[in-house]
């Protein structure tokens, strides 16, 4: 509350009147309101209110308490509207009303641990959250010149990720697979394992089964503790989809700005595309490439750039894009992959053979990589992805047995070391490893090679 001193001076009331005088000109002393004219698809059309594109707008139905909804465009004079809610109730007739302003997530240190809807609004039953303030869902990504470079590694406590494909404060990786290869279970043991201050993790169109199995399994109480999950299940309207990405990506900022290195763990950006695709079509989007409206492509770029460093702290984005049919090179594959920093391909064929995490090294990178890890380091990784290299390219004449042994010491060498090679590869589910011990590993792994 704004409090005038005793005797003030002619300075300090100037000071007060026009700070009073700022607050009475940004407040509105009437209503705008608007009326729901037509209902097409996913999309309200209404006559007024006056209105800004984004503006947050709520719509009262005749059977129960107001829908949130979203300014999304403007046709012939009316105002295209998508709701964050059930649209039953409402009809032609029914009161829009303009709220000023777009939408906010509210933040602060009591996200920690908790379990929230697409808005920020806890559904995990454990009262209210405190907040320290809001962060609005749109923002611009931070000033390229104010970034600051990525040198130092992050411990994702994955051996695979740590000693083959090192990734930095700040580095945006795509995990890119195809559905049931372990995307969910590799997320959940970064979040328990890694050394990052905070994890925000982004569940945007999953079964509602699969939620409590994360939070259960996957994630754990130990992981939970130092998470922020939000949560829009596939049953969610399109636009509530959209949003949980970018109230996600808010709360990362949030965290971020509070000098926090964040892991932000998005699942799934192709989720995140198929409900952009949804309202570009809703709105009148011509389709594009398989569908995609032009706005999915230019959403995303968008949305992945708002992670990364800053003058303060860092959030390091993993973005899982689940590939249709295995393609990895289908449209939203495709794009993700060149705005990130690397990717990491899971197969199905090493799930196949049991082998998890099923992370295929060899069609997988990381662009940092040569920045982040010490010299031998890099010798290593290089020799031992070298050696998976040649087994994998010989791989169809030794299993049938036409290879025959002393034809090629290279081949020879990556017979030998292909057991251990493995074996290292692998890692349990409850099983985490510091970066040093894994760096250590994969230096006595070098070591057995040159024994052999």
């Not at 933040?107 to 320290?132: E, F, N, T, W, Y």
């Not at 595309?273 to 770029?301: D, H, I, K």
């Amino acid at each position: 509350m704004d409090t005038v001193p005793n005797n003030p001076s002619p300075v300090s009331r100037d000071f007060v009147a026009d700070r009073y005088k700022r607050k009475v000109q940004k407040t509105e002393t009437f209503k705008r309101l608007g009326q729901v004219q037509k209902v097409v698809g996913l999309t309200l059309e209404a006559i007024g209110p006056p209105t800004f594109l984004s503006e947050a707008c709520v719509i009262q139905p005749s059977v129960r308490g107001g829908v949130l909804a979203e300014v999304v465009g403007f046709r012939e004079g009316k105002v295209i509207l998508l709701p964050l809610g059930e649209m039953e109730g409402i009809g032609p007739g029914s009161e829009v009303q303009a709220l000023g302003r777009t939408l906010e997530v509210p933040v602060g240190s009591g996200l920690l641990g908790r379990v929230v809807d697409a808005l920020g609004a806890p559904m995990d039953g454990k009262g209210p959250i405190q907040r320290a303030g809001v962060y609005p869902l749109v923002a611009d990504p931070p000033n390229p010149l104010e970034r600051s470079r990525i040198k130092e590694p992050l411990t994702l406590g994955i051996k695979a990720l740590d000693a083959m494909l090192t990734c930095g404060k700040g580095q945006r990786l795509g995990i890119f697979a195809g559905s049931g290869v372990g995307k969910s279970t590799l997320l959940g043991m970064i979040a328990r394992n890694t050394s990052a201050d905070v994890n925000v993790i982004a569940l945007i169109g999953e079964r509602g089964r699969e939620v409590r199995d994360f939070l259960e399994k996957d994630l754990g109480p130990e992981g939970l503790a130092r998470s922020v999950v939000v949560v829009a299940t596939s049953d969610r309207p399109a636009l509530v989809r959209i949003k949980g990405a970018l109230t996600a990506t808010a709360i990362a900022e949030y965290f971020r700005d509070q000098g926090k290195d964040v892991i932000l763990m998005m699942d799934s950006v192709t989720r995140f595309a198929l409900a952009q695709r949804e309202v570009g079509l809703a709105t009148g989007e011509p389709p594009a490439t398989r569908g995609y409206t032009p706005s999915v492509f230019a959403m995303l770029p968008r949305l992945l750039e708002r992670s990364g460093t800053s003058r303060k702290g860092s959030v390091t984005g993993l973005y899982t894009v689940l590939v249709e049919g295995d393609d990895m090179n289908e449209p939203i594959a495709d794009a993700v992959r060149g705005i990130l920093d690397g990717h990491i391909v899971l197969s199905r064929s090493l799930a196949h053979e049991n082998h998890y995490p099923a992370i295929d090294i060899l069609a997988s990178v990381s662009r940092l990589m040569n920045e982040l890890a010490s010299e031998e380091h890099k010798q290593a990784a290089a020799r031992i992805r070298e050696l998976m290299a040649i087994y994998k390219t010989n791989e169809d004449l030794i299993n049938i047995g036409a290879y025959v042994s002393g034809s090629n010491p290279r081949i020879d060498l990556a017979i030998k070391m292909h057991p251990h090679i493995m074996s290292f590869l692998r890692q349990e589910v409850r099983e985490s490893s510091s970066f040093e011990n894994t760096v250590a590993e994969l230096l006595s792994l070098q070591a057995k090679e040159d024994e052999e």
